[in-house]
């Protein structure tokens, strides 16, 4: 395989393969001597092999021929040197020299990452923010990053005991001190985080527990339905707010965020194409003059890796057949970690399309970087006689750190503007919805029974409009008030003159059979004891049935109300008999009962009773056709569940099945003189009293009355 150090590199990969192929985070170099001690031509050294020993003496270790160089001074990084005699037969016949540097890595470089498989890129990432300085006593060796340890030498010995124990505070920057051998001691720094930096941590965590509650609320209302979820409008018009504010700030986050990246990487390749075109400018003279073989390629070598490490990147140099000439860090070629040869893509561009510049994405593995490639011409023709590869990795970091920062920055200005925009559209709502808030108070004091103010609005507006429709409905509704009250007077007039008449008509009726039958006992019988006896109970039952229509008329004058419910213990066994007892004679028809013994006490008005009670008897035997005798049976027990059962059975023709829904509706008759009110007026005394009354009927065998009242 073709190599641009071959000679070298042949003794270097075998030594390497043999007896070094696991240190990998050193840099090799491998220096041959011939038995005189003198470097061979191509090795690029000046100084013999016994020179060497004697000047690096002092860093002799017990090892035979190993020395370890490990002064931390300038951009020095610790050294092994290990001298070796090459005997043949007893014969020293040459000597080789084997140079070990402990790799540093290089913040721009991408070839670190390549050369070792353990460091990852985040150890690259995580050192720029920090600054270091390696001391030994009060004298400082060697120093990383931006702080100028120098200035604030006075700073750190005054608080020296303090940055071992838990860091100091100087100049915007946070100190710790940790201490080594021999007095050495590295002070390690980093910047005091800003306001703005922590300010964005609290913006962060307070858009995540936004977002998580937004989340969370988005969840349930999706498991729960959207109906269900009911915001009020004051709610909704904070959504709005919020949303419509939201919506366009994240919009502009993307949008900015995508143009920093854009610009960035422009902006970037701009930069690395320009470093590579004065690089090439330098690169010209020597290229040129290693093509006419007026240099060695060692001393092209030499300017390559000078010109690399002034501007603190890697360089590689293709001839203009696409092969490696040099390159700062071959060692990435020789582990066949890259071709030696160009790309193919940039090559095209450079030489066949005369490109100037051509920065192309390369990916080795799975890292990925960039290649400036530019071509370079001749100072004296101007023909291109190489081209320039400048690969660097530093531009997906410095990206994300812009993009980072860029963020933060919105983020803080969001948090902020977002924690005023919820009080302001707090306040902005409640303004809104006070109208509707003072609209909603009115309706809810409308009422019939008193005068309802009317609102005061000083706008034509769109609650203006309201406001005046309210108003206009306030002047309808007074007057459908006095129309509603003059029509309810006239109808309650009408329904008590309808219920006075049927109470009136109730006791009437037995009273007349009363008086007719005193007239028949008095002309049969004459006058007697036995016959005076059964005079005055049918004048006491007179007197009873008298005071109830006087109390009738006292409610009547009242407003024509029906006599006022008064709860009562009583025995509703015996008001049964006695109702009985008023319709149980032979003109009417025969009653049959079966009250079971005892004393049924239960809580109920008894007139109202009485009276459900008079109502349903009478319909019973009106219920009987004129060419049928009358059979009622009432029965009284009491339940399991303690309370009285009631029975009231006749044998009339039944209630037809289209009209039972009606039975206790007001107004409902099916008699020509009925006024309707007979057993609506039943089933509320019966009610009253905590009762249920219900019936089973069946046409042309009669007709069953249930009623169940709770014992007391």
Same mark, same amino acid.
């Given at each position: 395989?073709?190599?641009?150090?071959?000679?070298?590199?042949?003794?270097?990969?075998?030594?390497?393969?043999?007896?070094? /192929?696991?240190?990998?985070?050193?840099?090799?170099?491998?220096?041959?001597?011939?038995?005189?001690?003198?470097?061979?031509?191509?090795?690029?050294?000046?100084?013999?092999?016994?020179?060497?020993?004697?000047?690096?003496?002092?860093?002799?270790?017990?090892?035979?021929?190993?020395?370890?160089?490990?002064?931390?001074?300038?951009?020095?990084?610790?050294?092994?040197?290990?001298?070796?005699?090459?005997?043949?037969?007893?014969?020293?016949?040459?000597?080789?020299?084997? +140079?070990?540097?402990?790799?540093? $890595?290089?913040?721009?470089?991408?070839?670190?990452?390549?050369?070792?498989?353990?460091?990852?890129?985040?150890?690259?990432?995580?050192?720029?923010?920090?600054?270091?300085?390696?001391?030994?006593?009060?004298?400082?060796?060697?120093?990383?990053?931006?702080?100028?340890?120098?200035?604030?030498?006075?700073?750190? &010995?005054?608080?020296?005991?303090?940055?071992?124990?838990?860091?100091?505070?100087?100049?915007?920057?946070?100190?710790?001190?940790?201490?080594?051998?021999?007095?050495?001691?590295?002070?390690?720094?980093?910047?005091?985080?800003? $306001?703005? @930096?922590?300010?964005?941590?609290?913006?962060?965590?307070?858009?995540?527990?936004?977002?998580?509650?937004?989340? =969370?609320?988005? &969840?349930?209302?999706?498991?729960?339905?959207?109906?269900?979820?009911?915001?009020?409008?004051?709610?909704?018009?904070?959504?709005?707010?919020?949303?419509?504010?939201?919506?366009?700030?994240?919009?502009?986050?993307?949008?900015?965020?995508?143009?920093?990246?854009?610009?960035?990487?422009?902006?970037?390749?701009?930069?690395?194409?320009?470093?590579?075109?004065?690089?090439?400018?330098?690169?010209?003279?020597?290229?040129?003059?290693?093509?006419?073989?007026?240099?060695?390629?060692? +001393?092209?070598?030499?300017?390559?890796?000078?010109?690399?490490?002034?501007?603190?990147?890697?360089?590689?140099?293709?001839?203009?057949?696409?092969?490696?000439?040099?390159?700062?860090?071959?060692?990435?070629?020789?582990?066949?970690?890259?071709?030696?040869?160009?790309?193919?893509?940039?090559?095209?561009?450079?030489?066949?399309?005369?490109?100037?510049?051509? *920065?192309?994405?390369?990916?080795?593995?799975?890292?990925?970087?960039?290649?400036?490639?530019?071509?370079?011409?001749?100072?004296?023709?101007?023909?291109?006689?190489?081209?320039? #590869?400048?690969?660097?990795?530093?531009?997906?970091?410095?990206?994300?750190?812009?993009?980072?920062?860029?963020?933060? /920055? =919105?983020?803080? =200005?969001?948090?902020?503007?977002?924690?005023?925009?919820?009080?302001?559209?707090?306040?902005?709502?409640?303004?809104?919805?006070?109208?509707?808030?003072?609209?909603?108070?009115?309706?809810?004091? !409308?009422?019939?029974?008193?005068?309802?103010?009317?609102?005061?609005? /000083?706008?034509?507006?769109?609650?203006?409009?309201?406001?005046?429709?309210?108003?206009?409905?306030?002047?309808?509704?007074?007057?459908?008030?006095?129309?509603?009250?003059? #029509?309810?007077?006239?109808?309650?007039?009408?329904?008590?003159?309808?219920?006075?008449?049927?109470?009136?008509?109730?006791?009437?009726?037995?009273?007349?059979? !009363?008086?007719?039958?005193?007239?028949? *006992?008095?002309?049969?019988?004459? @006058?007697?004891?036995?016959?005076?006896?059964?005079?005055?109970?049918?004048?006491?039952?007179?007197?009873?049935?008298?005071? !109830?229509?006087?109390?009738?008329?006292?409610?009547?004058?009242?407003?024509?109300?029906?006599?006022?419910?008064?709860?009562?213990?009583?025995?509703?066994?015996? $008001?049964?008999?006695?109702?009985?007892?008023?319709?149980?004679?032979?003109?009417?028809?025969?009653?049959?009962? /079966?009250?079971?013994?005892?004393?049924?006490?239960?809580?109920?008005?008894?007139?109202?009773?009485?009276?459900?009670?008079?109502?349903?008897?009478?319909?019973?035997?009106?219920?009987?056709?004129?060419?049928?005798?009358?059979?009622?049976?009432?029965?009284?027990?009491?339940?399991?569940?303690?309370?009285?059962? %009631?029975?009231?059975? +006749?044998?009339?023709?039944?209630?037809?099945?289209?009209?039972?829904?009606?039975?206790?509706?007001?107004?409902?008759?099916?008699?020509?003189?009925?006024?309707?009110?007979?057993?609506?007026?039943?089933?509320?005394? %019966?009610?009253?009293?905590?009762?249920?009354?219900?019936?089973?009927?069946?046409?042309?065998?009669? !007709?069953?009355?249930?009623?169940?009242?709770?014992?007391?």
């Amino acid at each position: 395989m073709f190599s641009p150090f071959a000679s070298k590199l042949i003794i270097e990969k075998k030594i390497r393969r043999e007896y070094l /192929n696991n240190l990998d985070k050193f840099d090799i170099q491998i220096f041959v001597f011939n038995s005189r001690g003198e470097p061979f031509e191509q090795f690029n050294l000046n100084e013999s092999y016994h020179s060497l020993k004697a000047r690096l003496s002092e860093y002799k270790t017990e090892t035979e021929g190993l020395y370890f160089i490990n002064q931390a001074r300038g951009q020095a990084t610790t050294r092994y040197m290990d001298f070796i005699e090459i005997k043949d037969r007893g014969q020293v016949i040459g000597y080789v020299l084997i +140079d070990l540097r402990q790799k540093r $890595l290089v913040p721009n470089s991408v070839f670190p990452l390549l050369l070792n498989e353990n460091l990852d890129a985040q150890q690259i990432e995580g050192t720029e923010q920090y600054s270091y300085g390696v001391f030994i006593g009060k004298e400082l060796q060697y120093n990383y990053g931006a702080f100028n340890y120098r200035k604030n030498l006075d700073a750190f &010995v005054e608080h020296s005991d303090k940055l071992l124990e838990k860091g100091v505070k100087i100049q915007e920057y946070y100190h710790r001190a940790y201490l080594g051998d021999n007095n050495r001691f590295v002070i390690v720094s980093s910047k005091v985080p800003t $306001l703005s @930096s922590r300010f964005a941590n609290f913006s962060f965590l307070f858009l995540i527990h936004i977002f998580t509650i937004l989340l =969370i609320l988005f &969840v349930v209302a999706f498991y729960q339905g959207a109906r269900h979820v009911k915001l009020n409008y004051s709610a909704k018009i904070q959504l709005y707010l919020n949303f419509a504010f939201f919506a366009p700030l994240v919009i502009v986050s993307i949008v900015t965020v995508s143009i920093i990246i854009q610009t960035f990487k422009t902006s970037l390749e701009s930069q690395y194409v320009e470093f590579a075109e004065n690089l090439s400018t330098k690169i010209s003279g020597p290229l040129n003059n290693y093509n006419q073989q007026e240099i060695e390629k060692e +001393d092209l070598t030499d300017e390559i890796f000078q010109m690399a490490e002034v501007a603190d990147l890697d360089l590689n140099v293709f001839s203009t057949n696409g092969a490696l000439i040099g390159s700062s860090l071959y060692q990435i070629y020789q582990n066949d970690i890259l071709s030696n040869y160009i790309e193919p893509r940039a090559y095209i561009k450079i030489i066949e399309e005369s490109e100037s510049a051509f *920065v192309l994405e390369e990916q080795v593995g799975q890292l990925s970087f960039k290649n400036a490639y530019v071509g370079v011409r001749s100072y004296d023709t101007g023909e291109i006689i190489g081209i320039l #590869s400048l690969p660097f990795f530093a531009s997906q970091r410095d990206l994300e750190h812009n993009i980072v920062e860029v963020l933060s /920055n =919105i983020i803080n =200005i969001f948090t902020f503007v977002f924690i005023i925009f919820l009080f302001v559209s707090f306040l902005v709502s409640r303004g809104l919805t006070f109208p509707l808030r003072l609209i909603t108070q009115k309706i809810r004091r !409308t009422t019939l029974s008193a005068f309802n103010e009317p609102l005061s609005w /000083n706008s034509d507006d769109e609650i203006g409009l309201m406001v005046a429709e309210y108003n206009r409905m306030l002047v309808n509704l007074e007057h459908s008030k006095q129309a509603l009250a003059k #029509s309810e007077k006239e109808s309650a007039w009408r329904e008590m003159a309808r219920q006075v008449a049927h109470e009136i008509k109730n006791p009437l009726t037995p009273m007349k059979l !009363t008086l007719q039958h005193m007239k028949r *006992v008095i002309d049969d019988e004459g @006058s007697n004891e036995h016959s005076n006896d059964k005079k005055q109970k049918q004048i006491n039952t007179l007197l009873e049935q008298i005071e !109830t229509l006087s109390d009738i008329a006292t409610s009547f004058s009242d407003f024509a109300k029906m006599p006022t419910p008064q709860l009562e213990l009583l025995d509703i066994g015996a $008001l049964l008999h006695e109702t009985i007892d008023l319709y149980n004679n032979k003109e009417l028809g025969h009653i049959q009962t /079966n009250i079971a013994p005892g004393v049924h006490m239960v809580e109920g008005d008894r007139k109202w009773l009485g009276r459900a009670f008079s109502n349903l008897i009478i319909n019973a035997f009106q219920a009987v056709k004129d060419d049928q005798k009358a059979r009622v049976a009432i029965h009284l027990s009491t339940t399991a569940r303690h309370r009285v059962h %009631i029975e009231i059975i +006749d044998n009339g023709s039944g209630i037809p099945a289209h009209i039972r829904d009606q039975v206790f509706t007001p107004n409902f008759s099916t008699k020509y003189t009925g006024s309707g009110l007979g057993l609506a007026i039943t089933k509320k005394g %019966i009610e009253h009293a905590n009762g249920q009354i219900w019936f089973s009927s069946e046409e042309g065998v009669g !007709t069953v009355f249930y009623i169940e009242i709770p014992l007391a």
